[in-house]
């Protein structure tokens, strides 16, 4: 038999996949019937609802995507929703990591990654509402917590690295953990600490302040506020907050708290460029641990499991349990070059 005459057998042994006409056909209502009735989003009437399912299961009936879902009334996919303040995620060292182990954690269970950035608020409601998706896993503080509740009344909603009442939440713990940190710089000699956040607003950065403070307190060292600064890119980021610590007239800081490893990093690069030497004359930590290979030194941080951050958030998500569960997650103590 030639290799054509064999492909063409091949090709009628193959069943041929049941389409959307042939369950509309077998059912006695329309293409557009069937379509609705297969998206559970959709009113429609429950009895031929009930009908065009158990047709579409009885042919085996398939669907792009969606596959088995549409039969099933699951999708198979979850959505992640990416707040503005971390886009372009997959230029973001530390959310692109949570979305690379996300991705990771639905791919070993066959199921899909629907990715959306934050919009206006009655265009995620809608897009909940569709539930094209199974269930939606929300990075970021943008969306107000009224909108999230509003969500979970369509679809079970997890968030990521934030925690608010009623949702389930999968987070780091930011309080004891920048604490810890503090110790640190002040076990290895340091009195006169700066503490440097992106957003002073954000409820992580937050607990961090916290945390510094509570470690100050019990050392018996005073908070200095001028030598608190935001230090958000639009505001030139950290070098220009270590700069403004600087030139506050109040002398020069011996250790440097970073709420985070990019702010940490662009004020070593401050520090240096103003003829201090670190960490001899400026201790400097940072935090969530990011790998600083190409930079000038390794940094001291407290480090999260980034990966494991977005595999919990996965299975708790598709867990669902009845009530809320917030799974709080231990930085851990990197030591590196940047302090002593």
Known sequence: MSSSAALQQHARAKPQRVSIRD????????????????????????????????????????????????????????????????LPVFLNPFYGEVLGSIELELEARGLNLVLTSLKRDHQLLAFAAAQRVDGLLVIGHDLPVSTLRDMQGHLPVVLIDRHEEGLSAVTSEHRTACAQITRHLIAQGSTRLAFLAEDLGNPNFQQRFLGFQDALKEAGLPLRPDWVQEASPRLGGGYTAITRVLEAGDGVPDGVVGANDPVALEAIRALLDAGLKVPDNVQVVGFDGLPSRLHLMALTSMQIDRQELGRRAARLLLETPDTPQHLELQPHFVKGDSSR
């Open 23 to 86: 369950v509309a056909e077998r059912a006695g209502v329309s293409i557009a019937t069937v379509s609705r009735a297969l998206n559970s989003g959709v009113e429609i009437n429950p009895d031929t609802r009930a009908q065009v399912v158990q047709v579409a299961r009885d042919l085996g009936y398939v669907a792009s995507a969606r596959g088995r879902g549409l039969v099933s009334g699951r999708t198979d996919s979850v959505g992640v929703i990416i707040g503005r303040e971390h």
